[in-house]
């Protein structure tokens, strides 16, 4: 790797104007958990590791650094059938941060801080979490890139976070593309986000740039939950335990599970030169192996991308979530890096889908002598609150608690005895006093079985090689066992044959029916006993 010293980004965090009026490129470090991300105004995030200030730094304070430059990619066919690709980083050097050089999107308005907090001084009752920062670029104005053919769009930007466990190590980056041509619609529009992350202890090195982080790059993707992970391949002599990565959360108007995933990676400064082969490789459609091929053999360059959006008319908006995500070790509970930001993945996939200012660590629901009990639990360093239970039968949510639970650190239960053998509920719980369903944490389904009744668990969770189904059943009954993917399709499944009451174990060794390991990803553990019970619970695969 090549190192450069142009110039340094200043102590005030802004930089002289860049052909966009009185507004100059900024930037911002989020120190609202434990990421210390840079924010820039021109769509990029990362120091370009210029100097040793907080790049995509896990745990904040620590020294462990993830992140050279990441940026938000823009592409699609011009009117005229062009393909077109705005880009807020690329392929580069370090030891510098040229904001002409780095991204090809130009400032449209500064960084705005906002929070949630009441005492805080950025306090805005419009403020989506304890720290936003707001901002919008434009890739309308060319400057001294003459080269660049740009879109026609305005981005907005909004990064936020939360200082709750396990939220802590996550920050979320959400888009809204719009485009400003007035009489031009985009075709096959294209979103994604570039990263060359590298990890290493920024306390540990004299040099600066650090060179040595470069091809010791250890990526790798998670399919089912869109995430790109990076970690030193040595831990930087032990001294970088910790894991840093990105990943993909949502989409509208069009759902991410309607459009086509790619994930490509290639050694830094052999990516695609060009916008006819940027756009090309956005639109790929390939997931790109990563297993032990890239440190020390290769320094990889990643690319999440996703589509086509067909059409983007005159004033329409797309949106777009991503999140960038740290994981470290821990001992209680006992997890890998690898493991915490795979979990920290999971919550915050939760969290987009299920807003809500509580996090629950986890919401479990089981059917003990014809009783359904409702089981969950919030993080030690949260203040308890009171919650209040919903169900629908069918007929549409309805509150069944008559006063607030009220838990301990042992967690909440709520037992509810006025169901009906073999029917199906739904149940979801919220902050009492919350009358928002968006607001709720759930659904969780559960089927009433006509005789028997049963539990289970899963452990241990995540699994790396092999998980111990363990199910209590209270009656006699015939039994199923199945593990489902997260699109509900059955990769492995046995008939366990009629079991008595009692504790019972099933070893699942991690393998489909074919005898093949599954991939990583999120999985269902299944079981089906008395013709109509029926129990899930979820299982991480990590390999």
């Known amino acids: 790797m090549l190192v450069v010293s142009l110039f340094c980004p200043v102590p005030t965090g802004s930089f002289g104007a860049r052909s966009s009026g009185d507004v100059p490129v900024q930037y911002r470090t989020t120190s609202g958990n434990d990421v210390g991300l840079r924010v820039w105004n021109i769509g990029t995030f990362g120091t370009n590791l210029a100097n040793r200030s907080p790049s995509l730094e896990y745990p904040l304070g620590t020294g462990m650094e993830h992140l050279v430059r990441a940026g938000i990619w823009v592409g699609a066919l ?52 304890e720290q936003d920062f707001c901002t919008a670029f434009t890739d309308t104005i060319v400057g001294n890139r003459p080269y660049h053919r740009p879109l026609g769009i305005k981005v907005i930007e909004t990064t936020t976070l939360f200082s709750i466990h396990p939220l802590d190590g996550v920050i979320f980056a959400s888009y809204k593309i719009v485009n400003t041509n007035p009489d031009e619609p985009l075709r096959d529009v294209y979103l994604g986000m570039y990263a060359e992350l590298a990890s290493g202890w920024k306390n540990g090195h004299m040099e600066w740039p650090p060179t040595g982080w470069f091809r010791c790059k250890d990526i790798a993707f998670v399919d089912s939950l869109h995430l790109a992970t990076e970690h030193h391949y040595t831990l930087d002599n032990g001294n970088c335990p910790s894991w840093g990565g990105f990943m993909l959360l949502a989409t509208r108007p069009v759902p991410v599970d309607s459009l086509t995933i790619s994930f490509n990676w290639w050694d830094w400064s052999l990516g695609p030169a060009t916008d006819s082969l940027r756009y090309e490789m956005m639109r790929n459609g390939e997931v790109d192996r990563t297993g032990g091929v890239e440190a020390p053999d290769g320094d990889p360059v990643t690319l999440l991308s996703l589509g086509p959006f067909h059409t983007l008319a005159a004033d329409d908006t797309l949106s777009v979530v991503f999140a960038w995500l740290g994981g470290e070790p821990s001992v209680d509970p006992p997890r890998s890096a690898e493991q915490d930001i795979v979990y920290r993945a999971v919550a915050a996939r939760l969290y987009n889908d299920h807003p809500t200012p509580i996090w629950i660590e986890s919401l479990d629901a089981s059917v003990i002598d014809d009783v359904v009990v409702l089981r969950w639990f919030v993080p030690a360093d949260v203040i308890h609150p009171a919650f209040d239970v919903y169900r629908d039968d069918g007929d549409g949510w309805r509150r069944i608690n008559e006063q607030a639970i009220t838990g301990s650190d042992a967690g909440f239960e709520y037992r509810d005895p006025d169901v009906i053998p073999g029917a199906h509920y739904e149940y979801a719980i919220a902050p009492s006093g919350d009358r928002e369903s968006a607001g709720r944490y759930g659904p969780i389904p559960i089927d009433v079985p ?62 489909d029916n074919a005898g093949r390991k599954v991939p990583s990803g999120i999985y269902h553990c299944v079981a089906v006993y008395g013709g109509s019970g029926r129990v899930a619970r979820p299982v991480v695969v990590l390999r």
């Open 450 to 511: 006509a005789v028997e009744s049963v539990a289970m668990h899963v452990e241990p969770n995540p699994v790396t090689s092999r998980a111990t189904v363990v199910f209590t059943l209270m009656r006699p009954a015939e039994v199923r066992f199945s593990v489902h993917d997260v699109a509900g399709r059955e990769v492995r499944g046995i008939d366990l044959g009629r079991l008595g009451a009692g504790v019972h174990k099933h070893v699942w060794d991690g393998r």
């Open 78 to 129: 011009s009117p005229t059938g062009d393909r077109l690709v705005s880009t807020g980083a690329i392929d580069g050097m370090v030891g510098s941060f040229d904001p002409s050089a780095i991204s090809e999107f130009t400032q449209a308005d500064v960084i705005t801080e906002r929070s949630t907090l009441p005492n805080s001084r950025y306090y805005d009752p419009q403020a989506e979490s």
